[in-house]
């Protein structure tokens, strides 16, 4: 019989130290709501396991332009944190917020970010900042401290694990754009995102002179690119918005300026894509950058 007791009370301590290490059940995770990629990455690495995140501008998506649908309504009604970005960028909120009704806690993760401006507004892009970055993240962990005491610890520890990926990623930038000439520090592109990267790191970005955003470059738009990287002496341009290959030839072979592939601004891609995470976009884009401006 003691025998049996033992071993009985064997299988109980092994099955509640299988439990413990088991993952948390979906059901006791908390539900999170990111409202794009790059935020639902950021609440992923500081959450870990003890999160259920959703994300309503997914991969790939514009939050500048998205239009929340009635299911978005319900994502936010039965979540029990909301995390935005705010300083404007997501103008679709109120009115989402309002037609769900939920009562979760919002966490502004710009939050103690002083603000560029983008035009007469406050540019909302200051994730492309790595030290604006592990900003988002402490506003993140305290937001998820608050919201679920019990895992207060673990969320903690992943968001120091983060950060110290962080501080690494700052160094490769800085590295790399230190192998970078002083002279060669600007670009052309289209993009309009990279205020913050260009404060923090000293490239400038330029905007192409006449391109509109709305129809394809016309050979007096070309014309006119190639006349202004001529006359600043820029020496690589990034122009996604322009999808005839042989324009980009053509400014390229007649300008003498590299011409870059993508760079990622607003949104995280899919798995398969060049940046699944906030890491892998920084290190795509700084890549780019460094591959069309070094030589």
Same mark, same amino acid.
């Given at each position: &019989?003691?025998?049996?007791?033992?071993?009985?009370?064997?299988? $109980? +301590?092994?099955?509640?130290? /299988?439990?413990?290490?088991?993952? =948390?059940?979906?059901?006791?995770?908390?539900? =999170?709501?990111?409202?794009?990629?790059?935020?639902?990455?950021?609440?992923?690495? /500081?959450?870990?396991?003890? +999160?259920?995140?959703?994300?309503? /501008?997914?991969?790939?998506?514009?939050?500048h332009?998205?239009?929340?649908?009635?299911?978005?309504?319900?994502? $936010?009604? !039965?979540?029990?944190?909301l995390?935005?970005?705010?300083?404007?960028?997501?103008?679709?909120?109120?009115?989402?917020?309002?037609?769900?009704?939920?009562? #979760?806690?919002?966490?502004t993760?710009?939050?103690?970010?002083?603000p560029?401006?983008?035009?007469?507004?406050?540019?909302?892009?200051?994730?492309?900042? +790595?030290?604006?970055?592990?900003?988002?993240?402490?506003?993140?962990?305290?937001?998820?401290?608050?919201?679920?005491?019990? !895992?207060?610890?673990?969320?903690?520890?992943n #968001?120091?694990?983060?950060? #110290?990926?962080?501080?690494?990623?700052?160094?490769? =930038?800085?590295?790399?754009?230190?192998?970078?000439?002083?002279g060669?520090?600007? =670009?052309?592109? %289209?993009?309009? #995102?990279?205020?913050?990267?260009?404060?923090?790191?000293?490239?400038?970005?330029?905007?192409?002179l006449?391109?509109?955003?709305?129809?394809?470059?016309?050979?007096?738009?070309?014309?006119?690119?190639?006349?202004?990287?001529?006359?600043?002496?820029?020496?690589?341009?990034?122009?996604?918005?322009?999808?005839?290959?042989?324009? &980009?030839?053509?400014?390229?072979?007649?300008?003498?300026?590299?011409?870059?592939?993508?760079?990622?601004?607003?949104?995280?891609?899919?798995?398969?894509?060049?940046?699944?995470?906030?890491?892998? &976009?920084?290190?795509?884009? $700084?890549?780019?950058? %460094?591959?069309?401006?070094?030589?």
């Amino acid at each position: &019989m003691r025998a049996v007791r033992c071993f009985r009370l064997w299988l $109980i +301590v092994l099955a509640l130290a /299988v439990s413990a290490a088991s993952p =948390v059940r979906a059901q006791d995770r908390l539900k =999170v709501v990111a409202s794009f990629s790059i935020l639902g990455d950021f609440v992923k690495n /500081v959450g870990g396991d003890r +999160v259920d995140v959703t994300t309503l /501008v997914g991969p790939d998506g514009d939050v500048h332009v998205y239009a929340p649908a009635p299911a978005d309504a319900r994502k $936010i009604a !039965d979540a029990k944190l909301l995390v935005i970005n705010g300083l404007g960028l997501e103008g679709w909120l109120p009115r989402l917020l309002q037609a769900a009704g939920g009562k #979760a806690p919002i966490v502004t993760a710009t939050n103690g970010i002083a603000p560029l401006k983008l035009g007469s507004d406050a540019d909302p892009h200051a994730w492309q900042s +790595v030290a604006n970055a592990k900003k988002y993240v402490t506003n993140i962990r305290d937001a998820l401290v608050a919201a679920d005491p019990a !895992d207060a610890e673990a969320f903690r520890k992943n #968001a120091d694990a983060y950060l #110290a990926k962080l501080d690494g990623l700052e160094r490769e =930038v800085r590295d790399a754009i230190n192998q970078i000439p002083q002279g060669r520090h600007k =670009v052309i592109s %289209t993009h309009d #995102a990279f205020g913050y990267f260009a404060s923090a790191y000293g490239i400038q970005f330029i905007a192409p002179l006449g391109v509109s955003t709305e129809s394809e470059a016309s050979a007096r738009d070309i014309a006119g690119i190639i006349a202004q990287i001529k006359a600043a002496k820029i020496p690589a341009v990034f122009l996604e918005k322009i999808s005839d290959p042989r324009l &980009m030839r053509r400014i390229s072979t007649e300008s003498g300026a590299s011409v870059g592939g993508t760079l990622y601004s607003d949104s995280l891609t899919d798995e398969k894509g060049d940046a699944p995470t906030y890491i892998d &976009m920084v290190r795509h884009n $700084i890549k780019a950058l %460094t591959s069309a401006l070094a030589n």
